[in-house]
Each structure stands twice: as structure tokens, then as C-alpha cells.
């Protein structure tokens, strides 16, 4: 299974350390725990990336990072019917205490979960502090742009 990231270039190196989230809330965890969100295409990644911009400023300092997920490897799926009706809101506790418990019990490297930004498409969610996740090797980053029609021009 390949996944992807877009990161700022300057933070390349770090985008599958989990030191993002471990330094902020995020969707699936609190802040404290280490956690890499990925998406299972680089449009979805795109598109997660891109509702946290200012739609007035295009960045040009993008990267894109691509890995596999070895053969072999434990990985979990979340079901959209084991999630809470409001699942899709921000700053949801019960998302947060799912992906935080899921980190810390190191069932499986990686756990597939919905997108609460594209219906029917899918992030996985990769646990640093897990025994394999020193196998997965992450490929060069690649600049990455985004089409300035998606930007107001002020």
C-alpha cells in the first residue's frame, strides 16, 4: 500500500516523525502523542492539505512525499459505523481518544480511517513509536504545486 504527504519543504525531513502531532491536537490524537497522518492518493493528500491554507495565498514551498507500506505489515481498518454520529466535526474528544489509544496499545502500524474531507476516501494514520515502523522508507520528496486557479487573487 503506497501513501502520501504534502509538507512544507523546509519541514520534509520530519513529515514521518510524528512530531507534528505529537506538538498539537490533530484529528485522531492529542497533542502528546506522536502520530503521521498520510492518505491512501496524492489528490486526497492534496486535498487534506489544502483546507488548512489561506485561500489567498498560494505556497510555494511544497513537497510531496511518497511511501510504501511493506508486505506483511499489521494494518487496521476504522469502519465509518464504529465512529460517532459527528464524527466529521473539529476538535471531536472521542476521534482523539480513539487514534490516541490505538498509538499507545501499538496493535498495528498503520490504521486506515475515513476522510472527513472526501466521502468514500481514505487516510491512514501511521504509528511512530510501533516495532515496524522502522521499516518503512519514506522516497525522496518531490516539489509539489498547486494550481493557482484554486487561490483568490486579492
Do not use: C
Request: proline letters at 6%; hydrophobic letters at 45%.
Amino acid at each position: 500500500m503506497h501513501v502520501w504527504r504534502i509538507s512544507k519543504a523546509k519541514f520534509a525531513e520530519a513529515a514521518f516523525t510524528g512530531e507534528g502531532a505529537r506538538l498539537f491536537d490533530g484529528r485522531w490524537n492529542f497533542q502528546g502523542v506522536p502520530m503521521v497522518y498520510t492518505s491512501s492518493s496524492l489528490a486526497l493528500a492534496a486535498v487534506e492539505f489544502f483546507v488548512h491554507l489561506d485561500p489567498s495565498d498560494a505556497p510555494d514551498d511544497l513537497v510531496s512525499l511518497k511511501t510504501e507500506l511493506p508486505d506483511g505489515f499489521n494494518i487496521e481498518r476504522m469502519q465509518e459505523d464504529r465512529l460517532p454520529l459527528n464524527w466529521r466535526r473539529v476538535d471531536n474528544r472521542h476521534l482523539q481518544e480513539m487514534g490516541s489509544k490505538w498509538v499507545k496499545l501499538k496493535s498495528s502500524v498503520a490504521l486506515v480511517v475515513p476522510s472527513a474531507v472526501v466521502e468514500e476516501e481514505w487516510n491512514v494514520l501511521l504509528n511512530p513509536t510501533h516495532p515496524d515502523f522502522a521499516a518503512i522508507a519514506v522516497e525522496r520528496a518531490k516539489p509539489f504545486r498547486y494550481d493557482e486557479r484554486m487561490f483568490k487573487r486579492v
